[in-house]
Structures are given as C-alpha cells and as structure tokens.
C-alpha cells in the first residue's frame, strides 16, 4: 500500500506543476554556461559545477522542507486522509509511502537536473573526463541529504501547523549544517560537562556536513567507496529514526 | 489499529531510536575519519572588516567575538592537520579587531602566534606588528599592546632600538608597570640579554590567557634557565682541576663537594656530561633548547 501512496504523491507533485523548477534551473544553467567564459580565467569547470551543484542542493532543499511539510497536513485539511484511512492502510504505511512519493519527485528532478549540468559542462569543457565520476557522487550524496530533509520535514508535519514546521525543519537544516563547529566548540570548553553535552549534540543532530561533496567534485577528487557506503548507511539510519518517531507520533493523533 | 496494537507500536519504536542512535555514532565517528578534503579549504569569504562591520547591523561586537573564536579554532585545525600553515591567522585576528578594536586579546594572543616561527606559529612577526600597529591605534594609551608591541621587536625581530622605544613609550601610560621603563634603559644598554628575555617571556606567562601561547612562554622561560644552568656548570666543569684526569659524570663534581647534588634542568632531568666533557641536556629531557636558536643570546651580556 506505501507503494500506491509513493505514486500518488509523485503524480500530485508532477501536477501542481513542481517541476517547474526545472525551467529555473536551465535558464541559469544556460546563462552560465555562456557567461563563465567571459568572467573566469582557468577556473570555468570550477564555477560551474559549484554553481551547478550548489543550484541542484538548494532548489532540492526548498522542495523538500515546502513540499514536505504539507504532505501530511494537506490530506487533513482536504479530509481526504479520512477516505484514505478508511481502506486497508497502515497509519506508518502511509507516511513511509508519502516519504517515498516525495523522494521519487526530488531524485527525478536531481535527475534531470544533473542532465542540465552535465549539458552546460559539456559546453564549457567540450569533453568529460574520469574525475567527473564525482560529481556523480557528489549528486548522489545531495540526494541523500534532500531524503533526509525529507524525513524530517514529514517529522514535523505530524503535529503542528505548517508555519511551524517549516522553521522547525529549517532550524534542524540549518543546525546541522553547523554541527561540526558545535564539535569543535566542545574542545574549546573549559568545562568537561559542556565539552560532554555539545559532543553528545553533535551525535543527535543530523549531520548534513556529511552530504556536502561539492568542492570534492569541483576539484575532481576521487570520494572514497567506503565512504559513500558509510554516508549511505548513516542516512538510512537516520532516515529510519525519523520515520519511526513520526509514526509513533502520527499512530497517536486524534484525527476526529 | 486496537489500542493496544497502537502502545505496543508506540513503546516499541521508543525502544527502537535509541538503539538506532547507537548505531549512527560510530557511522559518524568512522565518516568524520575521512580527511576533510569534501569540504572546502579555510577561507575568507569577506576579507573587509570594515565591510563586516557596516553589514552588522550593530552586533559587530558579537561578530568580532565569533572571528577571534574562529581565529583560534583556525589556528588548532592547522597546528593540527594544516602542515602548520596559517595564511588566514592574520586577516581573521585583523577582521576580528576592525570589528571591535577593544577586543585587545586579539594583538595580544595574536602577535605570539603570529610571530613565533613554524611549526609553533606563522613566522611572520612584521604581520604581528601591524596587528599591534592597528589596536594601538585604536587604544593608544593601553601599555600592555605596547609591551606586546616591545616584546616582538625585541625577541623575534633582534630590533632593540624600536623594542627600547616603544618600552619607553609604553611606560608613560596610566597603569604601566614600573619594570617597562627599567626594560627600556635595559634593552638600549644591553640589546638581548638573557635576564631581559626571563623578564619579558615571564611578563607574557603572566598575562597571557591563551593557553598555547602560555605553553610557549613557559618553554621558554625553562629553555632559558636552562640555558643558563648549563652554563654554568660548563664553567665548573672547565675550570676543574681534582683527581681524576676528566670529568665522566657530573657526579664526579658532587664527589669533589664542587656541587651539593647532581643539578637538574627546569623539567626535574639530571644535566648530562658527553665524551667531550660537554654539559648538556639528557635526551630524555622535554626541555629544547632549539627554541631559543633565534635569538643567539650573547653569552657574555649579564
């Protein structure tokens, strides 16, 4: 059943026009493609794939916490969670197979922007080499980071009104963008219970500084295999802690 | 889902998190191992404080607070893992002080860290004078930028003649310690002396909060004392004249009640005698003495 509800959301997100975006995001490609010729010395595979990388990241991030946090509170507010409720469906079932629509709607918008990007690179550098294998995996590793977002933004869609959780899911975006400094915060305290807590918060946060591969990729770095398996599996964990609280939360809610 | 279905749910994912967590840490731990070439290398994005400082918004106190932690972060993350390069230390610390010129810890700390040579520090002492340069500007009656000031002229430069003047200078304002004019007249008569280098690195052990920079001064003074120690047990061990035909061990000189004891250096290590009749440090000892190689005290100045 989460697999019919994963289809559904996608085709909701494909007809509220979500993809749209895409047209943004090819008409910058376009312009930088032509205008980092003029602008840069050495550095134009550089520039475009940051701007390139750093435009798929972001536009993926404001669909993930915007169309997130709706997900749960648009089918209440539509009473249509009630119709759906009422047939054989599971309360987790439902919010995994929204989380699963709403993944599917960001890989294929990464997708076909990733196509953009590499149509822009091909302009400016008329040819790929071996090192632009990371940008695949830079991309791959924006993805995981947008699944999370994902998970956390359904998190808060559970329970308060959609203003809410929307700060609430940038809040935790944006802390845990910043979670390394708390780290390091941490071996500057002079007290070791402090030096404990901002360590022990380092942990819990969700460490989007894991995801970001984008200078790697701009530099042509090889990411290491072991390490794109750990990033993997550090997101599905996440991801599945996440997903068990909401549902543990969304199983509780009085829906009368 | 029955009631009691929906608790068994509920207490079972309760259980489930914590042990999720558990498994994420060392994910973390074993992601965080990978050399930090995924991220960016240390940069300035914003090198204008004065630019910063009129973006603001009036919190450029704050902001200056978060530059010089940033500074000093900066600072461990390359003596750490950066090849003790620190090509940002000094715009960082300048922005920092543009951002809030009272912010006096910032030339203070800074200009050790600046000066000292690598691996310690940046090796740049004339970037350390133009810090100083810019918070005397901007506090010019505060005598500790000027003893700071003095300090780096007169250890890492060998300037004695700006190092005398600017002592001098310093010694004029309210609150400066009557030591600073005597280490001006001193440093004008002596140029670098061994007493005048104990008094200003214990003048910075002393009022240095910084921790690495303290370490440093603490070296030093024990590298100094050293220094002196060894000698003058060269001299004694020269000037021996017993009955044996050459000194092995400085216990040959207790023996002799030429010495109440073996002497040890500032670390609590015995002095050692080599083949040559040479006083040294015993290898053994975590006193350097290459920390002082900069300054080739002469060994004739008092």
Redesign the interface.
């Given at each position: 059943m989460a697999g019919t509800v994963a289809i559904n959301t996608f085709r909701e997100a494909v007809r509220d026009r979500v993809l749209y975006n895409l047209v943004l995001f090819a008409l910058a490609m376009m312009a930088a493609a032509v205008l980092v010729g003029q602008v840069t010395i050495g550095i134009e595979r550089q520039v475009i794939l940051n701007l390139g990388l750093t435009a798929i990241s972001l536009i993926g991030t404001a669909m993930a916490v915007f169309i997130g946090v709706r997900l749960v509170y648009k089918e209440i507010e539509k009473r249509t969670l009630y119709t759906l409720l009422a047939k054989p469906v599971r309360r987790w079932e439902f919010l995994v197979g929204k989380f699963a629509g709403l993944v599917l709607t960001l890989a294929v918008n990464t997708a076909l922007m990733t196509l953009g990007l590499a149509a822009a690179l091909f302009y400016v550098t008329r040819g790929f080499g071996r090192a632009d294998v990371s940008i695949a995996v830079a991309v791959y590793f924006i993805l995981l980071g947008l699944a999370l977002i994902t998970a956390l933004a359904l998190f808060f869609s559970c329970f308060p009104t959609p203003i809410l959780s929307t700060l609430l899911t940038l809040g935790l975006f944006v802390a845990g963008q910043f979670s390394s400094a708390l780290r390091e915060y941490g071996k500057l305290a002079h007290t070791r219970a402090l030096a404990v807590i901002l360590g022990a918060i380092y942990y819990l946060l969700p460490n989007f500084h894991n995801f970001n591969a984008i200078t790697a990729a701009a530099h042509g770095d090889v990411i290491p295999g072991a390490l794109i398996l750990h990033n993997t599996l550090y997101a599905v964990l996440y991801i599945a802690v996440v997903l068990l609280g909401a549902s543990a939360i969304f199983a509780n809610v009085n829906l009368k | 889902?029955s009631v009691a279905a929906?608790a068994r749910?509920?207490w079972g994912?309760?259980a489930?998190?914590p042990l999720?967590?558990l498994?994420?840490?060392p994910?973390?731990k074993?992601?965080d191992s990978?050399p930090s070439?995924?991220?960016?290398p240390e940069a300035l994005w914003l090198r204008s404080g004065a630019f910063l400082k009129a973006i603001s918004m009036g919190y450029d106190s704050l902001l200056a607070d978060i530059y010089w932690?940033r500074a000093?972060?900066y600072y461990?993350?390359q003596f750490e893992t950066g090849g003790a390069q620190f090509p940002e230390l000094y715009p960082l610390m300048s922005i920092a002080l543009t951002l809030d010129p009272r912010l006096t810890v910032v030339p203070r700390t800074g200009s050790i860290l600046l000066s000292e040579p690598a691996p310690v520090g940046a090796g740049r002492p004339d970037q350390a004078v133009q810090l100083l340069g810019q918070a005397i500007a901007a506090n010019h009656d505060d005598w500790q930028l000027y003893a700071s000031l003095g300090f780096v002229y007169y250890w890492y430069m060998k300037d004695y003649t700006h190092a005398s003047q600017v002592y001098l200078e310093g010694s004029q304002y309210a609150g400066a310690p009557v030591w600073m004019k005597g280490m001006a007249a001193r440093i004008a008569e002596l140029g670098g002396s061994r007493d005048t280098s104990v008094m200003v690195w214990s003048e910075i052990y002393q009022t240095t909060s910084e921790p690495r920079a303290r370490e440093n001064a603490r070296e030093h003074l024990m590298a100094l004392r050293a220094q002196a120690d060894i000698e003058a047990l060269q001299k004694i061990v020269d000037n021996y004249r017993g009955p044996i035909m050459r000194i092995t061990s400085l216990q040959d000189l207790v023996e002799d009640r030429l010495l109440p004891s073996v002497p040890v250096d500032p670390a609590g290590v015995a002095y050692v005698i080599d083949g040559w009749g040479r006083v040294g440090l015993d290898p053994a000892s975590p006193v350097r003495l290459d920390i002082l190689e900069p300054t080739k005290h002469d060994a004739a100045a008092p």
């Open positions: - | 889902m929906r749910f509920t994912t309760a489930a998190i999720l967590f498994a994420i840490v994910l973390q074993a992601i990978y070439r995924m991220s960016a932690t000093v972060q461990g993350a």
